[in-house]
């Protein structure tokens, strides 16, 4: 069989050569004294570039969401959060089980909850009532299909909380997607809420590894919380000389892969049978129907895979595309043949 064109997610792009290298290198010290002199650079480099004081390496970005969530919280709190929000969706119910809360979810657009909706579901304070603790936003929303949250949405989503003095976390996995989207500083997308954690293991290719951003005070009441999760480590050098490289020669190719996106989401819209508006995908994820097939996904995507393209099934209907370093634009356009011939063979339609 030919090559495998890996659209399943970014997570699967591989370090590049000058990661390796820089691993190779890495000056490495014990990370849980405080010594490690290549992972203190990473954070020092991750707060700049993010804006904000300081930050935390994580070993993923799920420990990253629930760090930053049990540092804000409190046992019994109640946590608003969009609908679809990956940390509703994705995080194996960690926020009632890790930080003891409860969740109450609000339907948003592309990620975007209405202010009136934040608003309405703030918990006043009565007798019978948790305290609401946490707002959590997500830019690039990843099951809205790599939806951009301007600054202007995150600030007026962030204001309803903050008036109430309730702190804004964002799930920013893929937040310099969004500021390549939109072509702002990732920091005007950051500046409105109080804590962020991005991925250096998706888009930007590094190994593994995700850092949590905010106020000093937040970050040193973080790394106890890290502790305990089991997410001290030692000589993580290493793997901050993969990251350092991802945020230093990583972020501004990521238009390559939303031009990728858009080539592919294009071409998906020109194949009778499938459902795809191109305008409506910004970044790198792309979602697309297989409704009209009289197929399911799930067969689908099993389909594709015996021809050599991965990609993942996100719903009965849906399956989802995603663009990174690692799928070129000849690869993009190899799939879309294969994709072609494989709908062709089904004549359900
Ligand atoms: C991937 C992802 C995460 C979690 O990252 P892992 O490193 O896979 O744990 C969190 N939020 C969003 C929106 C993601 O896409």
């Known amino acids: 069989m030919a090559e495998l064109i890996d659209l399943r997610s970014d997570t699967v792009t591989k370090p590049t050569a000058e990661m390796r290298k820089a691993m190779a290198a890495a000056e490495v010290g014990d990370d849980v004294y405080g010594e490690d002199p290549t992972m203190r650079r990473l954070e020092a480099i991750a707060a700049e570039k993010i804006g904000k004081e300081a930050a935390m390496f994580v070993p993923s970005g799920t420990m990253g969401n629930q760090v930053a969530a049990m540092t804000h919280l409190q046992r019994g709190d109640e946590v608003i959060l969009e609908a679809e929000s990956h940390i509703f969706y994705y995080e194996v119910g960690g926020l009632a089980l890790l930080s003891g809360v409860q969740t109450r979810t609000i339907q948003g657009r592309k990620g975007f ?9 703030i918990r006043p304070d ?5 305290r609401t603790g946490l707002l959590c936003l997500e830019n690039t929303h990843n099951r809205a299909g790599g939806a951009v949250l301007t600054a202007e949405q995150t600030r007026v989503m962030a204001q309803v909380a903050h008036e109430r003095g309730i702190p804004v976390h964002l799930d920013g996995a893929r937040i310099f997607n969004a500021a390549i989207a939109l072509g702002t500083d990732v920091r005007e997308l950051t500046a409105p809420v109080d804590s962020v954690m991005f991925c250096l293991s998706k888009g930007l290719g590094a190994p593994v590894g995700s850092l949590v951003a905010g106020r000093k005070d937040f970050i040193d009441k973080a790394r106890k919380v890290r502790k305990l999760l089991g997410g001290g480590l030692r000589q993580s050098g290493i793997l901050a000389a993969a990251g350092i490289v991802a945020l230093e020669q990583m972020v501004d190719r990521l238009v390559e892969d939303h031009v990728n996106a858009r080539l592919l989401a294009e071409g998906l819209a020109n194949i009778p049978g499938l459902t795809i508006d191109p305008d409506a995908f910004p970044t790198n994820i792309l979602i697309c129907s297989v409704a009209k097939l009289g197929i399911s996904a799930q067969r689908f995507s099993a389909l594709l895979a015996q021809h050599g393209v991965l990609a993942n099934p996100t719903s009965p209907t849906e399956i989802r595309f995603v663009t990174h370093k690692d799928v070129t634009k000849t690869q993009i356009k190899s799939a879309l043949n294969i994709i072609n011939q494989i709908v062709k063979a ?4």
């Open 113 to 121: 909850m209405e202010p009136a909706q934040i608003a309405a579901a």
């Open 126 to 130: 009565d007798l019978h009532f948790p």
């Open 346 to 349: 089904i004549d359900q339609f």
